[in-house]
């Protein structure tokens, strides 16, 4: 059973950069899923902000722009956000997910199984 | 991006009841696969979401049966069709056809 556990400060000044690390375990980040960061300021909705493969692909949301970089340490079976220039609207609770989804080249065709695990979450306040 | 719309965004169910939730979205989340990439989350109070249902109709490993998804074009529905006291909490609907990953607002399930 694969489980995510986040770390990482719970205050960044503004202009600063968040940085949050998803420690893996129950499972190697190198099968067959998607790694995904997903956030929920307060009182609001939920808000996904990145996704990445153990080939290094990435997605990212448009939404943030150039500030988001997310990246894969195999040898530690972890993944980072990097949030770079936060303001106070990026005071939120992050989480890290489990995205099942992946590409059989035997079949040429897409599997996807949902958003199967979440980690339960930090809380990063953006203030001076 | 696609934007998911749910209603409604409170819902009030006596326990035993059934319950409806509703998510419209903008534009068909039809893969090339043959699937529709609409999935439910339930996000009880103070935890992280939980997946209810993938790929619009497809139960996950261990919700009960009570739940169920349907749906096709761009209307998609999460039906409870008898509440219990752990199903209180905030419903998602969220699509995955297209970065990026969207969800709705939400909808609020409380009992009367």
């Known amino acids: 059973q694969v489980q995510l556990q986040e770390s990482g400060p719970g205050m960044v000044k503004p202009s600063g950069t968040l940085s949050l690390t998803c420690a893996v375990s129950?499972?190697?980040?190198?099968?067959?899923?998607?790694w995904s960061w997903v956030r929920q300021s307060p009182g609001g909705g939920l808000e996904w902000i990145g996704e990445?493969?153990?080939?290094?692909?990435?997605n990212y949301n448009p939404s943030l722009g150039s500030r988001v970089t997310i990246s894969m340490d195999k040898s530690k079976n972890q993944f980072s956000l990097s949030l770079r220039s936060v303001t106070a609207a990026d005071t939120a609770v992050y989480s890290c997910?489990?995205?099942?989804?992946?590409?059989?080249?035997?079949?040429?065709?897409?599997?996807?199984?949902?958003?199967?695990?979440w980690g339960r979450g930090t809380t990063v306040t953006v203030s001076s | 991006d696609i934007v998911l719309t749910q209603s409604p965004l409170s819902l009030s169910v006596t326990p035993g009841e059934p319950a409806s939730i509703s998510c419209r979205c903008s534009q068909s989340p039809l893969h090339s696969n043959g699937y529709n990439y609409v999935d439910w989350y339930l996000q009880r109070p103070g935890q992280s979401p939980q997946l209810l249902i993938y790929l619009a109709s497809n139960r996950a490993s261990g919700v009960p049966d009570r739940f169920s998804g349907s749906g096709s074009g761009t209307d998609f529905t999460l039906k409870i069709s008898r509440v219990e006291a752990e199903d209180v909490g905030v419903y998602y609907c969220?699509?995955?056809?297209?970065?990026?990953?969207?969800f709705g607002q939400g909808t609020r399930l409380e009992f009367k």
């Open positions: 997910a489990k995205v099942f989804r992946y590409f059989d080249h035997t079949f040429d065709r897409e599997y996807y199984y949902g958003v199967d695990v």
């Open positions: 969220m699509q995955a056809v297209q970065s990026p990953i969207t």
């Open positions: 990445i493969y153990h080939s290094g692909s990435t």
């Open positions: 129950g499972g190697s980040i190198t099968g067959n899923n998607w």
